[in-house]
């Protein structure tokens, strides 16, 4: 398992290592000179020079790259706008912060609507699913499998707002969404994103119905499952002893991407709302050409993806005794 673990964990970092090569080309050696962003309108040739110089683009490619990694693993005092410890993605260009100071701001609001979206999404997924496979053939499967196209059609920006209408400016049942620190109050921490919560399950838990459906049922006709019965056991026994822990494997792999990715920032969701998060964060800096700012998002989100691809892989030996990790 060390070793596995030891192996994914280098693979990970070189996969990484590439994406930013790539990431950094795209961004700042793209034909477009990114200092032109910062000048503006009023730009002459000496501002430019100047930006040039602070920024180190009046440097080559490959040294542009070599200082970034350095910033980036050990910090850097070459900053007009101060010292940037590590790890260090430079300063945004926008608003003058550092980028990885931002970043560690906006993830507590990403973190609080992925754990609880994913929290509702996986109780009302599973459950909803686990029930259609158990009775099968019955109205309260396809009622659940119906009911699961319906909603896994739908999308965020416009089961959003239509939440926000019927529920918070008509019955006022709920206040606005916004993000409140848990350890100030849990309460309007939790009152705050119940709608986001709500309205991001709803799209993801249709998913995992009929993914958790269709692996119970092909689980059920498994011979180590088949022969259970034979021998007499329950079948209920069967089903969640036997049948239930099969049925992981798949819905843990996407559950491991989907969970990466949402902490990678829940882009639609953070927006529609109005959350300050990762999403929103990757968007205003799309918005304003912030180079920066955008490559630490995106660098940030795959970092969270390959971590929860290395977990998942990692968990399928103990969800499933057959797996044999080598």
Known sequence: MLRFLVRRSLGAVVILF?????????????????????????????????????????KSIPEQYAIFLHNLFLG?????????????????????????????????????????????????????GLMAAWKRGTLIDKSATAGSMVLGSMQIYFLGPLALAVLVYQTHWFSKPAYNEFTANPITWFTGLIIPWLVLSTIFAAQYTRMARSSMIEQLQE???????????????????????????????????????????AIITEYTFGLPGLGQLAVQSVFFSDLPLLLGVMLFSAAMILLFNIIVDAAYAFIDPRVRLS
């Not at 309108?41 to 430019?48: E, I, V």
């Not at 101060?82 to 609001?109: E, I, K």
């Not at 180590?224 to 822990?245: D, E, I």
């Open 18 to 58: 590439l994406l930013s090569i790539v990431t950094f080309l795209l961004f700042f050696g793209m034909p477009r000179d990114p200092a032109l962003l910062i000048c503006g309108k009023t730009c002459n040739p000496q501002s430019l020079a100047n930006i040039h110089h602070v920024l180190g683009l009046d």
């Open 76 to 128: 850097s005092n070459g900053f007009a706008q101060g010292p940037c410890p590590a790890p260090c993605f430079g300063y945004s260009y926008h608003t003058n912060d550092q980028v990885w100071a931002t970043l560690m701001d906006r993830l507590p609001t990403t973190v609080s609507l992925t754990l609880g979206g994913a929290f509702f999404f996986l109780l009302i997924g599973l459950g909803t």
């Open 223 to 265: 011979e180590h499952v088949r022969t259970a019965r034979a021998k007499g056991m329950s079948r209920r026994y069967v089903f969640f002893r036997y049948a239930w822990r099969g049925s992981l494997i798949p819905i843990v792999t996407i559950f491991g991407i989907d969970l990466g990715s949402l902490l990678g920032g």
